[in-house]
């Protein structure tokens, strides 16, 4: 369904573009949630009575079109829904001249055409960026996700796509020790977490350290310069060059040997 024209966000929060990461970012977005629940926020902001009625009637038959979307009688129904919300606020906003606030009913609107991340864009103003960023996460219907991570991240400014990979990466690897747990954590915060370094990390994981390697390794990724030299010179005395140098170049899969190799 095609959303109605005429509808902007202000200009605050975040735009449609930055929304439409979501649902890009997962083959599972749950659309139903997300309109049940963007019909939650904004319906407590509605204050004329019959609006916020006829807002929630729309929602509810929209919604249950989605959860079963073979229903060619359900299509017909939600489509006859959003459409005469969409011409309920247009008649509102001819007849009351401004004096009555539509805005919030014209971003469900938007929602219930299908256009989801123009609806939170148009919604955030009012209803906060904090509880649509938890309700768009979830709908994303993620395996093995880590959603608490993934709302750290948004809420530290990184962008959707990859809050989003982040989430998945360490939602993935969430057996992994703590210590290497903490290290993914601290790289996913810095921006610099991505599927080579977790493939590299993985081999940690998979090394079975002793706790004084497990250190040693912990130290070892965080960088410590004098370290990596040592280690790197303890390589080289037992023959294993190669490892030697990419240890020097900043070569992640040379840690979990290194770790490894130490004197016990």
């Given at each position: 369904?095609?959303?109605?024209?005429?509808v902007?966000?202000?200009?605050q929060?975040?735009?449609?573009q930055?929304?439409?990461?979501?649902?890009e970012?997962?083959?599972r977005?749950d659309?139903?949630?997300?309109?049940?629940?963007?019909?939650?926020?904004?319906?407590?902001?509605?204050?004329?009575?019959?609006?916020?009625?006829?807002?929630?009637?729309?929602?509810?038959?929209?919604?249950?079109?989605?959860?079963?979307?073979?229903?060619?009688e359900?299509?017909?129904?939600?489509?006859?829904?959003?459409?005469?919300?969409?011409?309920?606020?247009?008649?509102?906003?001819?007849?009351?001249?401004?004096?009555?606030?539509?805005?919030?009913?014209?971003?469900?609107?938007?929602?219930?055409?299908?256009?989801?991340?123009?609806?939170?864009?148009?919604?955030?103003?009012?209803?906060?960026?904090?509880?649509?960023?938890?309700?768009?996460?979830?709908a994303?219907?993620?395996e093995?996700?880590?959603?608490?991570?993934?709302?750290r991240?948004l809420?530290?400014?990184?962008?959707?796509?990859r809050?989003?990979?982040?989430?998945?990466?360490?939602?993935?690897?969430?057996w992994?020790?703590?210590?290497?747990?903490?290290?993914?954590?601290?790289?996913?915060?810095?921006?610099?977490?991505?599927?080579?370094?977790?493939?590299?990390l993985?081999?940690?994981?998979?090394?079975?350290?002793?706790?004084?390697q497990?250190r040693?390794a912990?130290?070892?990724l965080?960088?410590?310069?004098?370290?990596?030299?040592?280690?790197?010179?303890?390589?080289?005395?037992?023959?294993?060059?190669?490892a030697?140098?990419?240890?020097?170049?900043?070569?992640?899969d040379?840690v979990a040997?290194?770790a490894?190799?130490?004197?016990?």
């Amino acid at each position: 369904m095609r959303h109605p024209g005429g509808v902007e966000s202000e200009e605050q929060g975040h735009d449609a573009q930055w929304w439409a990461q979501f649902p890009e970012a997962s083959d599972r977005f749950d659309a139903a949630l997300v309109v049940d629940g963007l019909t939650d926020l904004i319906e407590k902001v509605v204050r004329a009575p019959l609006l916020r009625r006829e807002a929630r009637i729309a929602a509810d038959t929209v919604v249950r079109h989605l959860n079963k979307p073979s229903s060619e009688e359900l299509v017909v129904l939600a489509r006859a829904a959003a459409n005469r919300l969409t011409a309920t606020v247009a008649r509102i906003n001819d007849r009351s001249g401004g004096g009555t606030s539509t805005a919030e009913v014209a971003a469900l609107s938007l929602a219930l055409h299908g256009d989801y991340p123009a609806a939170a864009a148009a919604a955030e103003p009012f209803v906060g960026t904090g509880p649509l960023l938890r309700l768009f996460t979830t709908a994303l219907r993620l395996e093995h996700f880590d959603i608490p991570m993934t709302l750290r991240l948004l809420g530290g400014g990184q962008d959707p796509g990859r809050a989003v990979r982040s989430g998945k990466l360490i939602g993935h690897y969430s057996w992994w020790p703590s210590w290497l747990l903490r290290i993914v954590t601290e790289r996913a915060l810095a921006g610099t977490l991505d599927e080579e370094t977790i493939a590299a990390l993985d081999k940690c994981a998979y090394a079975s350290l002793t706790p004084a390697q497990a250190r040693l390794a912990r130290r070892l990724l965080n960088g410590e310069e004098s370290l990596i030299a040592i280690s790197a010179d303890r390589l080289e005395g037992m023959g294993e060059t190669q490892a030697a140098a990419r240890l020097r170049e900043g070569d992640l899969d040379a840690v979990a040997l290194a770790a490894r190799l130490m004197p016990l």
